[in-house]
C-alpha cells in the first residue's frame, strides 16, 4: 500500500482534529501545512515537523503531496477546493463544501472530472448514536418513520464573531447558524429520512443582531421523501452549548438522542441503545467525534475506490440546498420545494 502525504490548508481550530486523525493512520505522514499567519503557521510546523508554506499556491506545487485537508472560513473553500483538485491533488474540505448552490455546482463539475476524489467532513454521521440510527430504522421493527424533531440550543457570543469579521456574514460565511452550527443537524435529519421534498422556514436575529448581518435563530417545518414530518429548530442565543435533542417517532415507538444517549421508547420501556464516547478533551464535543473516522473513510476510498465510503459533494450539497431553502422561504413566507437530483 502507497504511503500517501497529507498537508492541512489552515491552522485554526479545527485542524487539530485532522493531524490527531491523520497521525493515528499508518501509511500516511503529515509533510506540509499552509496558513496566511506565518507566526502561527511557522509554530504549528515546528511542532509537527513538517514544512511550511504562507501561500497554499506554491504548496499545491509539491508533486509528493497527495491530499490536501482545507480547515479554512467558509469563503475560501471554492476556490482552494479548485485550486487543489486541478493541482491533481485528493481534497478533504470542512463543512460547507461551499456557500451556496451555485458554488456546489461548480465544485461538483470539477470534481467530476478531476483526477483526485472530493470528500467533506460530514462526522456527526459517523457517531455511534447516529450509525446506530440508521440501523434501528433499516431494520424495520419501529415500524414506519412519521416524524423527526430536532432541537438544537447553543451559544455564540459577540466576540466569536467580531473576533473573526467573516464570520455571520453572507458573503464571506454563506450565512450564520444555519450554514456553520445547523447544518449537521439538517444533514442528519434528511439523512436519516432518506431526503426532503419540500419545507417551510423562518430565520430571524435577536440577540445577536448587533454583531452579525445573518440569523442567529431558525425554525423550519419539513415533508420527507419517505412521507415523515419534520420539527426542526435551532439557536445561537442559549447561555451554553446544550447537546442535540433529535426525538424520531415512529408506528412502533419513538427514538430519542438525549445528552449523547440514543434511547428507545417502546411499549412503556426506555431501553438505552448505544451512548457517544467521550473525547476526553481532544475536540469539542458539538463537533462530534467521527473525525478520524470520516477522515479514514476517505483514505481508505483513496487507496481502494471500489469500496468507497465517504460523504461526496452531491451528498455534502443536500444539506446546502436546505439551507438555501429555508433562507428563501422565510424571505417569501411559502414553501419551497427540494429539487432532490
Known amino acids: 500500500m502507497k504511503t500517501l502525504n497529507a498537508a492541512l490548508i489552515g491552522g485554526g481550530a479545527i485542524h487539530s482534529c485532522h493531524v490527531i486523525a491523520l497521525r493515528q493512520m499508518p501509511g500516511v505522514t503529515l509533510r506540509a501545512l499552509a496558513d496566511i499567519n506565518s507566526e502561527v503557521g511557522l509554530k504549528l510546523a515546528m511542532a509537527y515537523q513538517c514544512r511550511f508554506y504562507q501561500d497554499y499556491q506554491e504548496m499545491l506545487l509539491d508533486d509528493e503531496i497527495d491530499v490536501i485537508h482545507i480547515c479554512t472560513p467558509h469563503f475560501e473553500h471554492k476556490r482552494m477546493i479548485l485550486a487543489a483538485l486541478a493541482a491533481g491533488k485528493h481534497v478533504f474540505c470542512e463543512k460547507p463544501v461551499g456557500m451556496n448552490g451555485g458554488e456546489i455546482t461548480e465544485i461538483a463539475h470539477a470534481a467530476q472530472n478531476a483526477a483526485g476524489l472530493l470528500g467533506v467532513c460530514y462526522q456527526n454521521r459517523l457517531n455511534p448514536t447516529s450509525q446506530r440510527i440508521r440501523r434501528e430504522l433499516a431494520e424495520g421493527e419501529m415500524g414506519k418513520m412519521l416524524s423527526i424533531k430536532a432541537v438544537l440550543t447553543w451559544s455564540r457570543s459577540g466576540a466569536y464573531y467580531t473576533e473573526s ?38 430565520v430571524d436575529s435577536g440577540e445577536l443582531a448587533d454583531v452579525t448581518q445573518a440569523e442567529d435563530s431558525a425554525m423550519a417545518t419539513l415533508h420527507f421523501t419517505n412521507g415523515a414530518r419534520g420539527l426542526f429548530y435551532a439557536t445561537n442565543c442559549h447561555t451554553t452549548d446544550s447537546p442535540l435533542l433529535l426525538e424520531i417517532h415512529c408506528e412502533n415507538g419513538t427514538l430519542q438522542l438525549c445528552d449523547n444517549a440514543l434511547w428507545r421508547l417502546c411499549n412503556g420501556e426506555r431501553v438505552k441503545l448505544v451512548s457517544d464516547a467521550s473525547t476526553n478533551g481532544v475536540a469539542k464535543s458539538y463537533w462530534g467525534l467521527g473525525h478520524q473516522h470520516a ?12 469500496k468507497a465510503d465517504y460523504t461526496d459533494i452531491r451528498e455534502a450539497g443536500k444539506s446546502i440546498n436546505l439551507v438555501e431553502a429555508i433562507y428563501r422561504s422565510s424571505q417569501i413566507r411559502q414553501w419551497i420545494e427540494i429539487n432532490q437530483q
Open 165 to 202: 469579521p467573516w464570520r455571520g456574514r453572507f458573503a464571506t460565511e454563506g450565512g450564520s447558524l444555519l450554514i456553520n452550527q445547523a447544518i449537521h443537524t439538517l444533514d442528519l435529519m434528511q439523512w436519516f429520512a432518506g431526503g426532503v421534498t419540500r419545507l417551510k422556514g423562518v
Open 295 to 306: 477522515i479514514g473513510n476517505f483514505y481508505a476510498a483513496i487507496q481502494n475506490p471500489e
